[in-house]
């Protein structure tokens, strides 16, 4: 599986610019944002179903892990106001939320990049 860099750095801008939007309406908004830069990284990467997962996984992935590092600074700053006990609270809690949503991005992506890749080889 080749990595198509052009195609995860359009699915991870398109994931992030989606997923800001879908803010708005939590859980659907942030699927739907895997599920977009997915079919793109996917669509652009193109090959085999396999490949169009692998781009978009990769996309997903990136996504999820800087949605983390923004999350843990804003868990850091509410840690500071909570003293030692809201720092443990704030950290765990950024890092269930970190790795929930960091699965969630990757595997949709991946599901998506792979229905990409297969709508460009048609």
């Known amino acids: 599986m080749n990595t198509d860099w052009r195609a995860v750095g359009v699915g991870f801008l398109l994931i992030l ?9 939590p859980v659907i908004g942030q699927i739907g944002a895997g599920l977009v830069g997915g079919f ?6 193109g090959g085999t179903l396999g490949n169009g997962a692998w781009n978009g996984l ?8 800087v949605l983390t590092l ?14 030692p006990l809201g720092a443990l609270l704030g950290g765990a809690g950024v890092f269930l939320v970190g790795l929930f949503v960091t699965v ?11 229905v990409g890749s297969w709508a460009k080889g048609r």
């Not at 990769?58 to 892990?65: F, T």
């Not at 969630?104 to 792979?114: N, R």
């Open 40 to 45: 793109a990284a996917g669509y652009l990467a």
């Open 104 to 114: 969630l991005f990757a595997v949709d992506s991946a599901l998506a990049g792979a």
């Open 70 to 83: 923004l999350l843990s600074l804003l868990g850091g700053a509410l840690g500071l106001a909570g003293g």
């Open 58 to 65: 990769i996309a997903g992935s990136l996504s999820g892990l």
């Open 17 to 25: 610019v989606v997923g800001t939007v879908g803010l708005s309406v």
